[in-house]
């Protein structure tokens, strides 16, 4: 049943949705689904329908809904000090706090914290502190930003432009100008079958060696990555990648964003994907996982290496001129003290690591040998299954049969979430890092179900 009510005329009426059609959704040939409530790896609509959110809203409810320790960090918090501003010196408890945990659990090579709201605004920092960093040191031409096809890191100007899908260019005058695409690590949609993994790593180091010497290294300030794609695809590196692509950027002397907003703090059963794949990034993008969405964080964590470099540039230029009036907010803050105590208290890295290869096992072992799951992949807490027209030819089916978004539905009807990822029949799984392994079995029971019904 769905409310066509008055609240869902609202919704259609007055709010912008994002990743949405919107002239569809308007006219009402959407789905209007209302969520009231959370608890653990259940959501809860208006209809009283309990679903369990395989994807964790965004890949970013970590420790699962309804924590009673968060929302009374935040309660406190807002009754305390519900703002102030992090501008000229001024700070707050919890920013402070929040900072040095930060810190406790990040690569050894990282020294401060710039907190702000999303995934996109923390990138957008970072190619701004690129780009300061390199002007001081003199190197006017070190501008570029080398990004992956199918990579996704945001959906600003300058973050649209390093995403590397084309759904987030298309009719936006996107990608701007510096900004450049790489071979895409993803081993399932290689040109030539034949390649091995290591393989195809030692042609996607090739392909970026070839790009950095065509445009000059001079000319290349940074490289940025996910540790695995993630709205690209969910796929995980091919074996040899990060320890092929390491050695060029460090010969070259280009700056590694680790863009860890998807993996950062236990999705791939470690605290970070750069120090899962033994990355040494200079700069480390966090958000979802850092609050598990209770409250809008994000943040930019920066290297010894380039902090000193910032730090000489105020005293030859004075005070740095970059700042959001949000930036270290201390409801936001206070929300992730409470989050990443969570994490530690219950344990759920090790949970991520321990459910997650459960969870991964128990997806090969029930659709490898589908006729129509060309790919079964993930690490740690995420996974994914491509589909195709044919496994034996790797033929993928006709964009315009819509077979990804058919099969998410009809799952999502079966009482499960799971996302179809762009580009591509893909249906990928983050879900909460709380998920225990009955629950894992119930997404894997719907997904049967769902592949049954659909493929029939």
């Known amino acids: 049943m769905i409310n066509n009510d008055t609240l869902s005329q609202w919704d259609r009426q007055n709010l912008m949705h994002p990743s949405t059609h919107l002239a569809q959704h308007e006219r009402g040939e959407t789905i209007n689904r209302i969520i009231t409530s959370g608890s653990g790896s259940y959501i809860f609509d208006r209809n009283n329908n309990k679903i369990l959110d395989g994807f964790a809203g965004l890949y970013c409810v970590n420790v699962g809904y309804g924590r009673k320790e968060i929302a009374e960090a935040i309660s406190?918090?807002?009754?305390?000090?519900?703002?102030?501003?992090?501008?000229?010196?001024?700070?707050?408890?919890?920013?402070?706090?929040?900072?040095?945990?930060?810190?406790?659990?990040?690569?050894?090579n990282m020294s401060k914290v710039y907190f702000g709201l999303s995934g996109s605004d923390a990138n957008e920092t970072?190619?701004?502190?690129?780009?300061?960093y390199?002007?001081?040191?003199?190197?006017?031409?070190?501008?570029?930003?080398?990004s992956r096809h199918r990579g996704y890191h945001g959906s600003g100007l300058m973050t649209g432009s390093l995403t590397g899908l084309e759904l987030f260019h298309k009719k936006f005058d996107l990608p701007l100008e510096n900004i450049l695409h790489t071979q895409s690590p993803y081993y399932f949609r290689r040109e030539n079958v034949d390649m091995s993994e290591e393989d195809f790593s030692q042609y996607c180091a090739i392909s970026l060696e070839n790009l950095i010497d065509e445009e000059g290294a001079d000319n290349?300030?940074?490289?940025?990555?996910e540790p695995i794609l993630g709205t690209g695809g969910i796929v995980p590196p091919p074996n040899n990648y990060w320890s092929l692509i390491m050695p060029i950027l460090e010969k070259n002397d280009i700056l590694l964003i680790s863009d860890e907003v998807v993996t950062g703090f236990g999705r791939l059963g470690s605290m970070f994907g750069s120090d899962h794949?033994?990355?040494?990034?200079?700069?480390?993008t966090i958000a979802k996982g850092l609050t598990s969405a209770y409250a809008p964080l994000s943040g930019s964590i920066i290297s010894e290496k380039i902090w000193k470099v910032l730090s000489q540039g105020t005293d030859e230029n004075g005070p740095i001129g970059h700042g959001w009036t949000y930036s270290a907010h201390p409801i936001g803050a206070s929300a992730g003290i409470a989050n990443l105590k969570l994490i530690d208290d219950l344990k759920l890295v090790a949970n991520a690591r321990e459910v997650g290869k459960y969870f991964n096992s128990?997806?090969?072992?029930?659709?490898?040998?589908?006729?129509n799951v060309g790919q079964v992949r993930g690490e740690g807490m995420i996974?994914?299954?491509?589909?195709?027209?044919?496994?034996?030819t790797r033929e993928f089916f006709n964009s315009e049969k819509k077979i990804g978004p058919k099969i998410a539905e009809t799952l999502l009807r079966n009482g499960v979430i799971g996302r179809a990822m762009p580009q591509g029949d893909i249906l990928g799984f983050a879900p909460p890092l709380s998920l225990s392994k009955q629950e894992a079995d119930k997404i894997i029971d719907s997904v049967k179900i769902t592949l049954a019904s659909v493929f029939s």
């Open 76 to 108: 406190k918090q807002a009754f305390e000090l519900a703002y102030y501003h992090s501008y000229v010196g001024h700070s707050n408890e919890a920013a402070i706090t929040l900072s040095k945990m930060v810190l406790d659990r990040a690569p050894k």
């Open 126 to 132: 970072n190619i701004k502190l690129i780009w300061y």
């Open 134 to 146: 390199n002007n001081i040191l003199g190197r006017s031409s070190k501008k570029k930003i080398i």
């Open 220 to 225: 290349i300030a940074a490289f940025i990555a």
């Open 277 to 284: 794949y033994k990355m040494n990034a200079d700069l480390i």
């Open 362 to 371: 128990k997806l090969k072992e029930a659709f490898e040998n589908h006729p």
């Open 383 to 392: 996974a994914a299954l491509e589909f195709v027209q044919s496994k034996k």
